[in-house]
């Protein structure tokens, strides 16, 4: 029980600090990543918060993976639906919260895109060591990857084109030229998956300690100690 509480609440704290990295990137102005460039002006046109139009995206990601995959597609990755309104609550929360961030140079914004990057692949590297389920995004693009017989990092990619390019043209059309896509967009695809990388063989290990060791490993552990 302890083990699938502590699992549990290391993805959502996980969920949590990625919306952490989103408004901080969003707050720097300096470009968002991918999936935002396409969630952001979307919820810029319709009126609607941002958090509420991540719910809307991610629970249709679910949708087209079900159309994809169709027997294919496991039950358990309904839950990515599920999560998505923890993640839209929030992407809410955290621009709340932060929302007292007001950079005044360029260095300045710059420092805010790339701490909003790194906390993106702390959070991101918490997740993904859990094991739940991946995030709707990311089960879009193994769903594409699988029903098309295409390496991830390919399907990624073209899910990534795709997203940034229909966020571009929206914010052209229809946003006065709000600028969506900068240089913060080009350095979160090009790091942030090798800073993940780099995260993952320092924490992988101890948060796998806390979230899975047996609860009856930790109790002889616990009374080995106190004999001694």
Known sequence: ????????????????????????????????????????PISLVLGIDFGTMTIIAYSSFVLIQMILLKDKFKKKNLLQAVFSFAFGYFVNLTGQMLSFITPHSYFEQFALMLLGVVICAIGASMYIVMDIVPNAPEGLNL??????????????????????????????????????????????????????????????????????????????????????
């Open 143 to 228: 769903a594409i990857s699988e029903r098309f017989r295409m390496p991830f990092s390919k399907a990624k990619t073209i899910n990534d084109v795709v997203f940034v390019l229909i966020g571009f043209l929206i914010a052209v059309f229809f946003l006065d030229g709000v600028t969506i896509v900068r240089e913060g967009t080009l350095v979160s695809a090009l790091i942030t998956g090798k800073i993940i990388g780099v995260i993952l063989k320092y924490v992988e290990a101890p948060l796998k300690a806390i979230a899975f060791k047996r609860e009856d490993e930790i109790a002889t552990k616990e009374n080995t100690e106190l004999a001694a």
């Open 1 to 40: 029980m302890i083990k699938t509480f502590n699992r549990v609440a290391i993805y959502f704290l996980g969920l949590f600090l990625i919306t952490v990295g989103v408004n901080l990137s969003i707050i720097s102005n300096l470009g968002i990543s991918p999936i935002s460039a396409l969630n952001l």
